[in-house]
């Protein structure tokens, strides 16, 4: 039975997985392909660290020289994360003309087109599918699937961590202090949970997902991020009373050129949103991944499934080695083609989103408050479709006010926030959250 | 730039979908590939019918010889329909070197064995995706997605027409005569409506799915099969007090082999089923379709999109063209091997499946009922997890009492309702919907 050698670099978690897999599935794998994966090397930190996955104590080295000059490895998985060192091992795969599997979305927003460029001029296959959404096979389907079809708009709960923290908000009605710490606890956020909450993370992913959907060259720094530590539980309480959930959503979507023609615009942006509590994205729960395409012949459709762990994320790397095997055999690296060299849209200026807003004011209970922040929206043409007092029965406390409007322009609507919270009735700066309809 | 020809059999409304997307999408598909995909020929069996697509008068014939005697024609795409004429096609390619698209679930349940077979001895790839859920690439998924893990279970909404009806039932509580007379009016059902009503459209794909899932071998004739007709209002009524929706599931399990060792075991079955309120596949509404696959590594996952009309369907034949040009450019047919010669796991017998189950019976108010048929239950080892009966002020007429099990043999509760219906104080024949927590 012919053989493809791998090597591995990092056996944390997913290396662990990948090596588990690779074990319990090899008689299905080899039936499948009919080749037989066998992984030559394996790099490690510390040779000494125990692991909850063995290894052959002959294959483990600290030195990826060892995995780049051995010939008898064609694939090489890249599992360091970070961005300088696993750019520069990529690389070197890629110049000794061996092909790449990574998870690393961090080092793909960041180094993409350098990897893509090289990948190109080596005639090699890059292969990244666990790096976004662990198992969920959204890479190959909106590379390969959706080949056929234009894309019109991408929403995704992408990021895990958080959706497990306003999930236990939503339904527990916890503050985000202790959802996060329960999160903590159960392994789902890390002790600095900075760049999950922060909204960095699903930026990292959203900028690899819009370049396979919309041919898009974006720096995470593009994105429009906003996230989730200023959420406050009655914000969930509001959600239920107008009828929405509320998700932290990478969005990425196509508008047609501006006014000076050329290429579409896209917006990139991730941030809470209330979308309608009866769609398919509000059900997804806890830790889970999602992502809603819409595209001009397919419409909506919608992937779901486990976005991290050993398994998960295992699972799709393996995936990528499989698949990889298969273009090794065949002869065929290279047989589905890269992210296109050149951007095929431009960013959309985040002042030029349009969108429904909810907006949550903490003013004076005085006469003519409500009247004057109406008239603040509707100078700039912003349009009210919902509003909500409730009763203050906390003397001196501001009133809780809130307000959600038709569909406006991101720009005119900041301008409105920030005359109305310059107003001394204004106790509290105005929170705002986005409506989407997914 | 090169070119690839392939030619169309049958222009109705998927092939029109093709066309429009092959047209509208040329310069995109063109990018991707490297490469133009020309149609060469299309099949249709009356030249001066009009048609929603415009076609170029030389490519059409009413001869199948005419494309399969073309050498320009590298693949073609079957949308006939029906079996043996499909057939004949279909061999005629593949006898002729040529690939095969082809979005018939009836040709691959019924003969699928000797496509496959064919397509092994001639080196030529038979793709499919649009055979099952239209758009939603399941097939694709199956094939090369989960090609590293091990599916358990799989379940599905692979019928638009029943998922429209029974959500028409659910939401607006009308018999089943009335939805289906309006899922007719709105096209969403033919006029003879029986393949879809009696669950045999969706038995028919579920032979496909577990023949990728699991390396299964069935005919619809393996499946247990039971259509949506005998539904009535007053099971969505219970099912909403129970906490249940109700959908007609494709249900494929596998369980670990019998006392005889040997393959698994795999249940095969289409029927209507509650799953619970909160579950992802409960919000499938109208006539959309998912499939959700548990499988060791990834654990949950689902793909959700529209599985009929002639855009969707049509995303899926092209996206399968583009994916067989590249194997041509590549010289790489074969790359993803056909489902495997023989099965890889034996059908469970239907008496042998377990399952909790919705009873409801049409019974006599008089004293002891309820103790004859608890009793009658337990007798078989069938325990009862809930009991509502209501009251019934209309005398004479059956009293609904419903009783919902916890998990018990097919089998035995098949015994337990053919005694409990043969006693005189049953007036009604007890009606039995299977509880799936999917």
Not at 78 to 93: C, H, N, S
Request: hydrophobic letters at 45%; one cysteine or more; glycine letters at 10%.
């Amino acid at each position: 039975m012919r053989e493809v050698g791998i090597g591995i670099a990092g056996f944390g978690v997913v290396g662990g997985g990948v090596m588990s897999i690779l074990r319990r599935h090899a008689g299905d794998i080899e039936a499948r392909l009919g080749a037989r994966i066998v992984v030559r090397r394996v790099v490690v930190r510390d040779t000494e660290k125990p692991r909850a996955v063995d290894v052959d104590r002959a294959l483990v080295t600290t030195r990826f020289e060892d995995l780049l000059e051995d010939p008898q490895v064609a694939v090489v998985v890249e599992l360091i994360g970070g961005v300088d060192q696993a750019f520069e091992l990529v690389r070197g795969a890629m110049e000794r003309g061996k092909h790449v599997v990574t998870a690393n979305k961090a080092l793909l927003a960041a180094r993409g087109d350098e990897i893509f460029k090289l990948a190109r001029e080596r005639g090699v296959d890059v292969y990244y599918e666990a790096a976004v959404c662990g198992g969920v096979p959204i890479i190959r389907t909106l590379r390969e699937a959706l080949a056929s079809d234009r894309i019109t708009a991408l929403h995704g709960i992408v990021n895990g961590t958080t959706n497990f923290i306003l999930t236990a908000m939503a339904e527990k009605g916890e503050p985000i202090e202790v959802a996060l710490a329960e999160a903590q606890r159960l392994g789902y956020a890390e002790t600095d949970p900075t760049l999950d909450v922060s909204g960095g993370d699903a930026a990292q992913k959203l900028c690899v997902l819009a370049q396979l959907a919309f041919g898009a060259r974006l720096m995470p720094a593009d994105v429009l991020t906003e996230g989730i530590m200023g959420l406050q539980p009655e914000d969930f309480r509001w959600a239920r009373e107008f009828g929405y959930a509320l998700k932290l959503l990478a969005v990425a979507r196509r508008s047609s050129p501006g006014e000076e023609g050329g290429l579409d615009r896209l917006e990139a942006r991730v941030h809470p949103a209330f979308i309608p509590a009866g769609s398919l994205l509000a059900g997804v729960r806890g830790a889970m991944n999602a992502v809603v395409l819409h595209s001009d012949a397919l419409g909506p459709s919608m992937l779901y499934g486990q976005g991290a762990g050993a398994m998960p994320t295992g699972s799709a790397v393996v995936s990528d080695i499989i698949d990889l095997t298969r273009n090794i055999l065949a002869e065929s690296p290279g047989r589905v083609p890269l992210p296109p060299a050149r951007p095929l849209v431009a960013l959309r200026r985040h002042d030029e989103i349009r969108c429904a807003y909810y907006l949550r004011f903490g003013v004076k209970d005085t006469p003519g408050v409500l009247a004057r922040i109406a008239s603040q929206l509707a100078s700039r043409r912003i349009s009210i479709a919902a509003v909500q007092q409730h009763e203050q029965n906390d003397e001196g406390k501001p009133v809780p006010l809130v307000i959600v409007t038709h569909v406006a322009r991101e720009a005119d609507l900041r301008a409105a926030i920030a005359e109305i919270d310059r107003d001394p009735t204004t106790l509290a700066p105005t929170r705002l959250i986005r409506i989407e309809s997914v």
